[in-house]
Structures are given as C-alpha cells and as structure tokens.
C-alpha cells in the first residue's frame, strides 16, 4: 500500500530555515505529482505546493512563493520541502500528499514551530 512519511520538521528561530523530507513507498513515484499541504492550529489545511511528475516543474501558494522549494528525487523515491526565511506564520503541521486516481494519500505529517 502506498505510505508516506515526513521527516526533519523541528523548532526553528524566524528567519531561519528546514529542509523537510517525504519517503514514499508503494507506488510507482516517478508517475505522480507530490505536494505538500500544511494545517496551523485551528485552520484547515492549505496547500503549500506541488511538483509536477513529469518536467518536475512547480507550483506554490503566494504566502510562500520566494521562500519555499519544492524538488524530488525520483531515484529515492523522495519529495523535499526546503524552507528559508521562515515566519512565525509558517507553524503547522506539514503534510506530504499524493494523489492517485482521484484518491489523496496522505503522511502523518510532521510539526514545525517558527518562534523565538
């Protein structure tokens, strides 16, 4: 079955930056686009962004575009979430996500709080 798992959320001081990893397994990873989502606490879950299967090309909300890259590694099955010049806004768990004929696969996610 399919399984996706974070890693590398922490504390980090504002203006600092993480790099998040997502291992994926049991699926054919290269094939699909991967994204990234994020919920704060008491707000919905909001897409941070995606990268594309097949050029690798990607995408971001405005409130992280500049800051935020998103790349992958097809040969380790891996989707990064590198994150610079981070904000106190940016606390939330960090959701790894992969959609497959039309049905969300989802990680455990993994907690980042920005605060001094």
């Known amino acids: 079955q399919v399984q996706l798992v974070e890693s590398g959320g922490g504390l980090v001081q504002p203006g600092g930056s993480l790099r998040l990893s997502c291992a994926a397994s049991?699926?054919?990873?290269?094939?699909?686009?991967m994204s990234w989502y994020r919920q704060a606490p008491g707000k919905e879950r909001e897409l941070v962004g995606t990268?594309?299967?097949?050029?690798?090309?990607?995408n971001y909300a405005d409130s992280v575009k500049g800051r935020f890259t998103i790349s992958r590694d097809n040969a380790k099955n891996t989707v990064y979430l590198q994150m610079n010049s981070l904000k106190p806004e940016d606390t939330a768990v960090y959701y790894c996500?992969?959609?497959?004929?039309?049905?969300?696969?989802w990680g455990k996610g993994t907690l980042v709080t920005v605060s001094s």
């Open positions: 996500n992969a959609r497959i004929s039309s049905r969300n696969y």
């Open positions: 049991g699926l054919t990873f290269s094939m699909y686009d």
């Open positions: 990268v594309i299967s097949t050029f690798g090309t990607t």
